[in-house]
């Protein structure tokens, strides 16, 4: 029998075999329960409908295990999105520390009410005929083949729908699947006796679950306790940004924020550190990263001109931003010449692209000796772009080369072509689509020229116009819509607008013959010229290449989707 360090026993282990259906019901009505520091359903539909196969054929699934105590914990009012009676005080409660995905399945599947929601993960039916389960979109009556799941939570609602399957033997099939999800059991142990301290840390040490922990997950767990939730610390954080309206990093980055402040660094190693903190060194830590962040988002929306965190080319410069304002809060300003170098810099290169823990290490120990005042720039190993990157690189929504080409812009604060206002550049460097940002050689025309998607799409044939004035010029070859515009508005005035874009004469007079080529030569040079001046002196610290990023990179995410840092290999 094991003896904790706080004197307490912990009791052997119960287990016994329920059905099913038993266990979701107990959930329902909130006798089962989640604790705060477990995480969000996270199951994709693919292994929502692998575990009800399971379940239909009699294939094992695993266990369940629970920790049955009096202590009052934070849980959760939903499980699966749905809504669970509340906790009985004054009883036992029984909270679940492995097997939230597969229980949060079943109630889905089994208890799901429609309102006007097709999409839902849990609109799931079951094709008597093809013998398989699948998600439907539309929440109209099927064919009486077809068995909505969630009229197996009523044994007589499901009865009368199988009376009319159609065949005896889909009849048989229905009773069938019935019968399997009404008895199916499943392994349910239970702890008692246990500390709500050991808990979490039994949490993180059994989860084998086929979707991992995030490093979030896992350092929720290892921290939590009734007074700390790690993820409402991050939500604190990322609330900074949004009373600031700056949007939202991803979570593992503002983590890498507070084990800085707490004293350790960026990396995995470092944040896995932060469970030997105490509570009081956490919340210090945490508070210490959220003043910093609100100078770093201040240094961003006005030196650097980023509207929103999602116009980083990447998310960990925020990373190490915090923890430059949190060691040097008051830059004179000098150091703020240099923190701004030191963005441009990293920005323009694949720095951050597999930034790993070495890296992470020099860069902390880069910000302490330029915070000590011991450096006049923030040294890191960074190499320098060259102009090819602006002819090569694809314009993607998410990739970093396009992100750069949208600061560099914003920066040189561009008017439009034809009408000479300002480009709204917060609106274009929202990113919520890529309207703003045109093609200067349209696509069409290089496409009848036979220069592919590809080769048309590279960054140093954008620009930032107004959609009245991309409409204009449609498809239109740069000869024609350029010399028009020269005619009524004159040469010397569409010179001056095109150089506002980072179109220099030798690209403009390129594009008044269609020499796509030369054009991109020109505009790339420009465009170089203009981040070598912005990076400044950390060109005489920096390497003299780097690579080309790959031009295979994916669309956009969707606008709603939760930032994820894609960049950094630890």
């Known amino acids: 029998m094991a003896v904790h360090a706080q004197g307490r026993k912990a009791q052997d282990p119960d287990s016994n075999v329920p059905r099913l259906v038993t266990v979701v019901d107990r959930v329902l009505e909130g006798d089962v329960v989640l604790p705060k520091f477990q995480r969000n359903f996270v199951w994709t539909r693919q292994q929502i409908l692998d575990l009800l196969d399971s379940v239909s054929r009699n294939y094992p699934i695993g266990s369940i295990l629970l920790w049955q105590s009096t202590e009052q914990l934070a849980s959760e009012r939903t499980v699966g999105g749905l809504a669970v009676e509340e906790q009985r005080h004054g009883y036992p409660v029984n909270y679940i520390l492995d097997g939230q995905q597969r229980l949060a399945t079943v109630c889905g599947a089994l208890h799901w009410e429609p309102h006007d929601d097709p999409e839902s993960p849990w609109n ?51 009773k069938a699947l019935y019968n399997r999800f009404s008895n199916y059991q499943v392994a349910v142990i239970t702890l008692r006796g246990m500390p709500s301290s050991e808990v979490a840390k039994v949490f993180e040490r059994i989860n084998s679950t086929a979707t991992p922990l995030t490093v979030v997950d896992l350092m929720r767990a290892a921290t939590w306790s009734p007074e700390f939730d790690l993820k409402d610390e991050i939500d604190t954080l990322l609330g900074v940004l949004d009373r600031k309206r700056y949007g939202r990093v991803d979570t593992k980055t503002m983590l890498r924020t507070i084990s800085a402040a707490a ?57 190490v931003l915090v923890e430059v304002f949190r060691q040097l809060p008051k830059p004179t300003a000098a150091q703020f010449d240099a923190i701004e170098r030191w963005f441009w810099l990293t920005a323009s290169g694949e720095y951050f692209k597999g930034w790993n823990s070495r890296q992470m290490a020099d860069d902390r120990e880069a910000v302490a000796a330029f915070a000590r005042g011991e450096s006049s ?5 960074a190499g320098l772009p060259r102009s090819v990157l602006w002819r090569r690189s694809q314009f993607r929504t998410t990739n970093a080369p396009s992100k750069l080409l949208g600061l560099l812009l914003a920066e040189a604060h561009p008017v439009d072509l034809r009408h000479g206002r300002r480009i709204d550049t917060d609106r274009a460097l929202s990113w919520q689509n890529d309207k703003e940002f045109h093609h200067f050689f349209p696509r069409a025309f290089l496409k009848r020229q036979g220069l592919g998607q590809n080769r048309a799409n590279v960054c140093a044939n954008l620009i930032m116009l107004s959609s009245v004035t991309n409409i204009y010029i449609s498809d239109q070859p740069p000869s024609v819509y350029l010399k028009d515009l020269c005619e009524t508005q004159g040469t010397e005035t569409i010179r001056a607008r095109l150089a506002t874009c980072l179109v220099n004469d030798v690209a403009f007079e390129a594009a008044l013959r269609d020499d796509y080529e030369t054009f991109l030569q020109a505009r790339s040079d420009t465009l170089h010229q203009r981040l070598m001046q912005l990076i400044g002196t950390s060109a005489a610290e920096a390497g003299d290449y780097v690579a080309v990023p790959d031009d295979t990179d994916g669309e956009g995410e969707d606008a709603n989707d939760e930032p994820v840092d894609r960049d950094s290999a630890d």
Request: aromatic share 8%; no cysteine; glycine share 6%.
């Open 124 to 174: 799931i039916v079951y094709d008597l005929e093809q013998q398989e389960f699948r998600h439907e979109t539309t929440l109209d009556e099927p064919p009486a083949h077809v068995m909505p799941l969630r009229l197996l939570s009523d044994g007589f609602e499901f009865a009368d729908r199988a009376a009319k399957a159609g065949s005896p033997e889909l009849q048989e099939r229905a």
């Open 377 to 381: 720039d923030i040294e890191v190993g």
């Open 263 to 319: 004293g350790f660094g960026f990396s995995r190693d470092d944040m896995n550190r932060m469970r030997d903190l105490s509570r009081k060194e956490l919340e210090r830590a945490v508070e210490s990263a959220g003043e910093a962040a609100k100078l770093a988002v201040d240094f961003l929306t006005t030196q650097i001109r980023t509207p929103r965190a999602n116009a980083l080319p990447y998310y960990n410069q925020f990373a």
